[in-house]
């Protein structure tokens, strides 16, 4: 049954309307979307990459692929309200593993009566949650490594771009221009946001005060909501510009005026870091020695431009937001 949600709003719950960016809002249907095996028209070029790290670490058939089925539900532990505009992966890793005993056990049977039965690994966190959330948070930031911090730096500037504009939507236009223009089926009638195609209704007797707005990169199309007493409504919705997170091609850099600045190699490694890499690859890709290509690399981790991230045996090399920002000066 699809139902009309309506969520009310007093004068305290539009004050405390505002927005944040959250990692977990980014794991869950990003995770979704690689088990699907699906060639997404915006996120193959980044699946491709990522679905052959995750297979390797066995996570296709961990813990997140018993709490992410294929559609519908996600336990609501797995996406803690964020205190702040941008919680680091570390601080909602903490509030899973915080999660209370009975809050996870609710959400658990909700999933059950969802799919049917929960799985094995599933059993056991219901009978102990306080003993398995860290093995969940344990397989959770493995994925984080594997699939999306070499990529964090272009997924949040595409993340704070959404939230920029509409803050300054809000500052020129009033929070009615926002809530209106943030989705097809959203609508707001000065009293209560209303929200078309659910199939459960929505209501301040099941949410807290205020609301809070995600944007997300891996969401799709549609929005994503979280109702848990006494935190605020979460409402998770497609950011703009994700279109843009994996271009086919880009500018090529010009080397020799950063090769000025960095060095010949140094600059070749960063223009070679469009995806993320290892050591081997780049040395593979660049014709420099695998010694050659860690000694550069750790001096543009030093002077942080590259990030590091463990993906297995190997770590994964790729550009910070500060190199984006000076390749693109150098593509001008």
Known sequence: MVVLAELAFSARDLAQVRFAVSPMWEVTPSFRLLMSGSAHPVHRPWADQVRPRLVAAGLDRGWLAELIPPTGYVPDFLNPAPAGPAPTPVEEWDAIRASPAERVRQDLDHLARHQGRLGPRLRTLHAD??????????????????????????????????????????AEHGVARLLNDLHSSLSWDGKALRMSGRKQPLTRTTAG????????????????????????????????????LWPAARSVPRTDALSGVLGRSRALLLTELETPASTTQLAHRTGLSPAGVSQYLTALRK????????AGRSVLYARTAAAETLLEAACG
């Open 209 to 244: 005060a205020g609301l809070l707005l995600i944007p997300s990169a891996f969401t799709g199309p549609g929005l994503r909501t979280r109702t848990t007493l006494p935190d605020p409504p979460q409402l998770a919705y497609p950011a703009r510009g994700v279109g843009l």
């Open 303 to 310: 002077a942080g431009l590259v990030s590091a991230h463990r």
């Open 129 to 170: 949650p306080q003993a398995r959330l860290a093995k969940v948070t344990e397989e959770i930031e493995t994925y984080w490594e594997l699939a999306l911090a070499p990529y964090w730096a272009r997924i949040r500037a595409v993340l704070d771009a959404d939230v920029f504009h509409r803050a300054r939507m809000v």
